[in-house]
């Protein structure tokens, strides 16, 4: 146990997620022993992030402006919104550059032993924003895993009263792996979504 | 004993740093058990998709000092994805992991408790019953077995019979148990009618086609007496319920 703000630092950064004591000590004496430029620096940065850090009105994307780089975009193909969880996914999609459409970012998935709901995500901007402009194809990209497929499924009932095109990402066995490992449910959606090559 | 093994149906998971998760899990011979898995989140991880959540899985675990870590899963019920495509099913089946969750502890066997939760959850995928059936029958069940067994037959005061429901109902008692007789009934009693309490009898007893004979109206009626008398039990609302119907 450390005195005074040392100690206040170190408590600080322990409650950032992923920050265990040990590192949340070794990150205050980085500090500490750093230039004082680069704390000051960092110490900028966190005070403005907050202020200066919004949700995209369009897209609900992270962005410094009303409307994010991607939104602002005249390229970009309005006909086509990818719909997705968290923002970290729209840059996931961006590194493919297959993707030349919008995004929808949902903000999690349904999980309702956590408390989250269809209320609680960016569903209803989503249909106002589906419902005022002209889509040919929404493309779910919810997370592989059971929240992302039950976000998908709920949300794919929901399309269906606006009668637009829904397609899900396909799923099925990952690059670089061996297929003996694979469990049943990759399996079988690799089966279910398999192609004809010749 | 460093390694151990034991069948187990997966509760819930919570994010672990970058790629890990914390998996909760009710086993068949050791009770609810938490453990890591590590790298889980990758698209390339070994356990794929057999640590989601209602997925019931052959578990190695690493003993640790404050958590257990997996090391190998082999899939035995692979429930989660016939659950996940069809929303009404999954807020059943989160309804019912919660429960088991809140019914089961650490360290304490709950083989009974184990063995219903997989039934429920093996049915719900197939879509053998209404997911809304499947769900009260569930709870009602699973508060037997944690020895809160609700009566639906007779007075759960006096033992007497339960007369005939007159046009206003029998009384039907959350904090009480069950049914309660005119003489013994608390002022202000809520009352239900004869086919809700037939309809609480029959899922209790998990005799499903008399049950599936029942109307949206009655079905309505039970669930929300079985959603107050779990609630009760627990002592803790449980978060689910609010969702699907």
């Known amino acids: ?198 | 004993m460093p390694l151990y093994r034991d069948e187990a149906v997966v509760l819930r998971t919570h994010k672990l740093g970058e790629s890990d998760r914390i998996v909760t899990m009710l086993s068949r011979d050791r009770g609810q058990i938490r453990a890591v898995a590590k790298g889980v989140r990758r698209t390339a991880s070994k356990f794929g998709a057999r640590l989601e959540p209602f997925m019931v899985a052959d578990i190695q675990f690493f003993e640790g000092r404050t958590l257990d870590t997996i090391t190998q899963a082999e899939t035995l019920g692979a429930y989660g994805g016939n659950i996940a495509a069809d929303f009404d099913r999954y807020a059943v089946a989160n309804v019912m992991v919660e429960t088991a969750e809140r019914l089961t502890t650490e360290d304490e066997p709950a083989r009974q408790q184990y063995l219903l939760l997989v039934g429920a959850l093996r049915s719900l995928a197939r879509g053998e019953h209404p997911p809304g059936l499947t769900r009260d029958s569930y709870l009602l069940r699973a508060l037997s077995l944690a020895g809160w067994a609700p009566n639906f037959s007779e007075c759960v005061r006096c033992g007497g019979e339960l007369p005939a429901a007159h046009g206003g109902g029998t009384a039907l008692v959350v904090q009480l148990g069950g049914t309660v007789c005119d003489a013994c009934a608390p002022p202000g009693s809520p009352r239900m009618s004869a086919e809700t309490i037939a309809l609480l009898g029959t899922l209790l007893a998990g005799e499903w086609g008399r049950a599936k004979a029942h109307g949206e109206g009655t079905r309505a009626q039970a669930r929300g007496f079985v959603s107050a008398y779990t609630q009760w039990h627990i002592e803790r609302g449980i978060r689910s319920l609010r969702y699907g119907h």
């Open chain 1, 1 to 198: 146990m450390y005195e005074g703000i040392i100690q206040d630092l170190i408590d600080e950064f322990g409650r950032l997620p992923g920050i265990g004591p040990k590192s949340a000590q070794r990150i205050t004496f980085h500090i500490v022993q750093s230039q004082s430029a680069d704390v000051t620096r960092l110490a900028e940065l966190l005070a403005t992030v907050r202020e200066r850090v919004r949700f995209c009105t369009q897209c609900g994307n992270v962005s410094e402006q009303e409307l994010c780089s991607i939104c602002r975009d005249a390229r970009r193909d309005a006909g086509l919104i990818c719909v997705v969880e968290e923002p970290k996914d729209v840059v996931a999609i961006e590194r493919t550059r297959q993707f030349r459409g919008l995004y929808h970012v949902l903000g999690g998935a349904i999980s309702p032993i956590d408390g989250v709901g269809p209320d609680d995500l960016n569903i209803t901007q989503l249909m106002r924003r589906l419902a005022d402009t002209e889509v040919r194809e929404v493309i779910l990209a919810t997370d592989p895993n059971l929240e992302g497929e039950a976000t998908a499924t709920y949300l794919t009932r929901l399309l269906k009263t606006l009668e637009v095109p829904v397609s899900r990402l396909a799923s099925g066995l990952p690059v670089g792996g061996d297929l003996e490992f694979a469990d049943e449910i990759t399996l079988g959606r690799a089966f279910e979504g398999r192609l004809t090559v010749s």
